[in-house]
């Protein structure tokens, strides 16, 4: 692989996790090899488009001979910085909190799930997922002493002023927000905002097309 950095489209970006999930997927079914046609079919996505994007990593495969799957696979996960093993808290362990502390593939995606936070008294010293909620009194120590890297924000937008500012001064290097508000942190901070009700309005507009199409 070509290590040479390159800006790389944000849109490729977005497809490499798919890509990663697709080639575990046939990994466990035991492939091999694969071609960028063959992948094609499965993904929905053009053979000329999949080219493009891993050319952008300085291309993977040989012509003719298509891709080893354990390799591309392995490489994607070394672009996606998989391979680090992300020290991640969750803050606010309400039910969307929950439902993320229970998520099986933080392990196998290289996140380490190590603490979770919520100021409501009924929820601390519960215990998720083999985790016992912390109060938010105990964050700036427990970040400092786990050199905590990600935080996943399962908050309502009145908390975020208030704990968004405490994250940033305890060297985060992520947060994951789900508290359907955009958040604005320094430059050396990445932020990933999930908008449930974004997809969800997508979902509802592909609908639309659909039977739109239908009725022509």
């Given at each position: 692989?070509?290590?040479?950095k390159k800006?790389?489209?944000?849109?490729?970006?977005?497809r490499?996790p798919?890509?990663?999930?697709?080639?575990?997927?046939?990994?466990?079914q035991?492939v091999?090899?694969?071609?960028?046609?063959?992948?094609?079919?499965?993904?929905?996505?053009?053979?000329s488009?999949?080219?493009?994007?891993f050319?952008?990593f300085?291309g993977?495969?040989?012509?003719?001979?298509?891709?080893n799957?354990e390799?591309?696979?392995n490489?994607?996960?070394?672009?996606l910085g998989?391979q680090?093993?992300?020290?991640?808290?969750?803050?606010?362990?309400?039910?969307?909190g929950?439902?993320?502390?229970n998520?099986?593939k933080?392990?196998?995606r290289?996140?380490?799930?190590v603490?979770i936070?919520?100021?409501?008294?009924?929820l601390?010293?519960t215990?998720?997922n083999?985790i016992?909620?912390?109060p938010?009194e105990?964050?700036e120590?427990?970040?400092?002493?786990?050199?905590?890297?990600i935080a996943?924000?399962?908050?309502p937008?009145?908390?975020?002023d208030?704990?968004v500012?405490?994250?940033?001064?305890?060297?985060?290097?992520?947060l994951?927000?789900?508290?359907?508000?955009?958040?604005e942190?320094?430059p050396h901070?990445?932020?990933?905002?999930?908008?449930l009700s974004?997809?969800?309005?997508?979902?509802?507009?592909?609908?639309?097309?659909?039977?739109?199409?239908?009725?022509?």
């Open positions: 692989m070509n290590n040479e800006a790389v489209p944000f849109v490729v970006v977005k490499l798919r890509y990663y999930r697709y080639l575990g997927e046939l990994l466990r035991g091999t090899r694969i071609s960028s046609g063959e992948l094609s079919e499965k993904m929905g996505v053009t053979a488009q999949i080219r493009q994007d050319n952008c300085g993977f495969g040989q012509q003719g001979y298509g891709y799957i390799k591309l696979y490489e994607i996960g070394a672009i998989l680090h093993g992300y020290k991640t808290i969750i803050i606010g362990a309400g039910n969307l929950h439902a993320l502390a998520h099986s933080f392990e196998k290289g996140f380490t799930l603490g936070f919520d100021k409501n008294p009924d601390i010293g215990t998720i083999r016992t909620v912390s938010m105990e964050l120590e427990f970040c400092s002493r786990h050199k905590v890297d996943i924000l399962a908050l937008k009145s908390a975020i208030v704990v500012p405490r994250l940033v001064g305890l060297n985060i290097k992520g994951w927000n789900f508290s359907y508000t955009d958040i942190v320094p901070i990445a932020v990933e905002n999930v908008h974004d997809s969800l309005m997508t979902l509802s507009y592909r609908i639309t097309q659909t039977n739109q199409d239908g009725e022509r």
